[in-house]
């Protein structure tokens, strides 16, 4: 009885102190004494336990639950909450704030039911997070967030329920994307959060996204290539390749998978031109690899030939004493290592043979081959490879060999205490684009620039001679010069990308003279930044009060950020309902700068109204002071805006 009363007393001197009414607080109390009663009394709190007993044992649809009085409901959904019920008193409190139970406008009930509700509802999305139900989370956080937005109250708590929604970004994406192929509608939604995950960091490279350094980042996008079919890949870094060389890259490593898993040699020819297209020094080997599985052996070996460097000849030479045997022995292991793995809807073998005994291949090498490339059919015996022989397995590579042991797969990378953007950097500067991608071995980026493994030379032989007998049998191939084997890519040294401007001190913003749009300026000055997002912000919300633009908005925002703006402007007009927004910039601080991308972090004063179908106003407005981060990219030779957040 005394640890009973005891509990009573400081459950009672413990209310929660997070602004609701003095009545409110009094009928939770009142709810805790009458619980403290009933407990204490033997006989009545026996027939209380009996009646749970009979209802457990009673049809499963039968659940214990209380009765609780209108003027008490507050506070009884208060306890539901402190007793670790949040998304039960969250949706409680949802239909309480709905009609007809609507309370009356401005009454301690409907301010205690708000405040309620978004308490609640961070706590539901903090236990469904918990349980790695982050849609689920996603979902309660969104619904949180129209609540309170309709009642026009609570713009703190607001903030925070759109705070836990951002967090939760990366989370959903490996939940959407992890789901079955045939999910479609769900994976769409997560292709999308990756697009604007992206977007907002700047592309691969990019480090617009405080909340998710380079290590996390790195970690997360292993996870997510996992997930993602060869055609979904080729898809998203196609669309980044414009801004990104990561990118660009992987979109051609995707574009090789497919064409050589689904024999379609026409994409290979696709990835092969995107790669020459990229400009990028210390390409040859796997130009060379491209080539010869479009059946232009003499663009191979030449590609090769200029690719290597004395050391990769000489470990060549080691190889085999045949060319075409080397590039064939490199291609096979580069499909096998960099270019099949990584998808999750394919499963293919390295297979040289069977891919250039597929009559698609053939056709289209035919069609693509040069009479003057061609030889007689006879060819083949002129490769003069033992064919009775077996292939030897690979020997483990030996300090005596010419070259440098292979990288442990699975080790993880030494910093040696200097950060990822800096190491990264002094790689590009030292080495060019090959080492920049090597310092991210988590990210699967292509690796074909390290060591192979050593194989002897029958071995490599033997192996490769069965795949360039298959090409000699309807190819009818030149033969070639005796040229480098396989090998890593050459890399040379290319200019480095531009080091971002330290950040300017904060300064008052002064305001921005009339804008000159579409914003050309190669380095725009603060103010002219300013007038963009000023533009931008006085076209969102022409959009959302149901207007048009006075200026397009195609030359203020990249697609990501319409599309945002057209999906929040379809529900509105879902629900028959406007916005008027008013936002005014404070100050604007350019922290970053490149030639093509310019991070800012600007305070504003923001004021919103929600409007019915007959303009009436919907709840109180809403007033808020606001410090973001907006991120501005640079194509066509135009400005634009491509990702904002909060700041940190």
Not at 43 to 52: F, P, T, V, W
Not at 346 to 372: G, I, N
Request: glycine share 6%.
């Amino acid at each position: 009885m005394q640890s009973l009363l005891r509990t009573l007393q400081q459950r009672v001197d413990r209310a929660p102190d997070k602004g609701f009414t003095q009545e409110t607080l009094l009928a939770r109390e009142e709810l805790l004494r009458a619980s403290a009663d009933l407990l204490s009394d033997s006989s009545r709190r026996q027939a209380y336990e009996s009646g749970l007993t009979a209802l457990a044992g009673s049809a499963p649809a039968l659940m214990p639950a209380l009765d609780v009085s209108t003027s008490k409901e507050v506070g009884g959904l208060l306890l539901l909450l402190e007793a670790g019920q949040a998304f039960e008193s969250f949706e409680l409190a949802c239909r309480a704030l709905q009609p007809p139970q609507t309370p009356a406008l401005g009454s301690t009930r409907e301010a205690d039911l708000a405040l309620l509700a978004g308490l609640a509802c961070l706590a539901a999305a903090v236990d469904l997070r918990q349980q790695r139900r982050y849609e689920a989370a996603a979902q309660t956080l969104r619904q949180g967030q129209h609540l309170l937005q309709r009642m026009g109250q609570l713009p703190a708590i607001r903030q925070q329920l759109s705070d836990e929604l951002d967090g939760l970004r990366p989370y959903r994406v490996l939940d959407l994307l992890s789901r079955n192929l045939t999910a479609q509608a769900e994976r769409a939604e997560g292709l999308n959060l990756l697009e604007e995950l992206v977007a907002r960091r700047g592309g691969l490279e990019g480090f617009g996204d405080p909340s998710m350094g380079p290590e996390e980042f790195q970690a997360f996008f292993k996870q997510i290539r996992a997930f993602l079919t060869v055609q979904e890949q080729v898809d998203l870094f196609s669309r980044w390749a414009e801004a990104s060389a990561a990118a660009d890259f992987l979109a051609s490593t995707a574009l090789t998978a497919s064409g050589f898993a689904q024999r379609k040699p026409e994409r290979i020819a696709a990835a092969r031109e995107r790669l020459e297209a990229s400009g990028q020094d210390g390409l040859q080997p796997l130009l060379a690899c491209l080539h010869l599985l479009l059946g232009q052996v003499e663009k191979a070996s030449s590609a090769f030939e200029q690719g290597a460097t004395p050391e990769l000849k000489r470990w060549a030479e080691q190889q085999s004493s045949d060319s075409l045997a080397q590039l064939c022995a490199y291609c096979r292991d580069w499909l096998a290592r960099d270019v099949l793995p990584g998808y999750r809807d394919l499963e293919a073998d390295p297979d040289l043979e069977a891919y250039f005994a597929d009559r698609d291949v053939q056709a289209y090498v035919e069609q693509h081959d040069s009479p003057s490339a061609r030889l007689p059919a006879t060819t083949e015996s002129a490769f003069g490879w033992d064919m009775g022989s077996a292939p030897v397995s690979a020997a483990p590579a030996s300090p005596s060999g010419g070259f440098p042991e292979q990288e442990d797969e699975d080790e993880q990378w030494d910093w040696d205490g200097t950060s990822w953007l800096e190491s990264l950097r002094e790689a590009w500067d030292s080495h060019g684009p090959a080492s920049w991608m090597e310092r991210m071995p988590h990210w699967q980026w292509q690796r074909q620039w390290k060591w192979p493994s050593r194989r002897t030379t029958t071995g490599v032989a033997v192996a490769a001679g069965v795949a360039l007998l298959a090409i000699a049998s309807f190819v009818r191939l030149r033969s070639p010069a005796p040229g480098p084997g396989r090998t890593p890519i050459a890399v040379q040294p290319v200019a480095p990308p531009a080091v971002p401007i330290k950040p300017t001190p904060p300064v008052k913003a002064t305001p921005a003279a009339e804008p000159s749009l579409p914003l050309r300026e190669e380095a725009p000055s603060e103010a002219q930044v300013q007038a963009l997002l000023e533009a931008w912000l006085d076209a969102k919300a022409a959009i959302l009060a149901g207007k048009d633009s006075r200026i397009p908005l195609e030359v203020l925002a990249r697609p990501s950020q319409l599309d945002r703006l057209g999906s929040e402007r379809d529900a509105d007009q879902a629900r028959g309902e406007t916005q008027t927004i008013s936002t005014d910039i404070t100050n604007l601080v350019i922290n970053e700068r490149d030639a093509n991308r310019i991070a800012a972090t600007v305070g504003l004063s923001y004021t919103d109204q929600r409007l019915n179908s007959k303009g009436d106003p919907q709840g109180e407005p809403s007033k808020m002071e606001l410090r973001n981060l907006y991120v501005f990219g640079r194509d066509g030779g135009i400005w634009r805006l491509v990702s904002f957040q909060k700041a940190p």
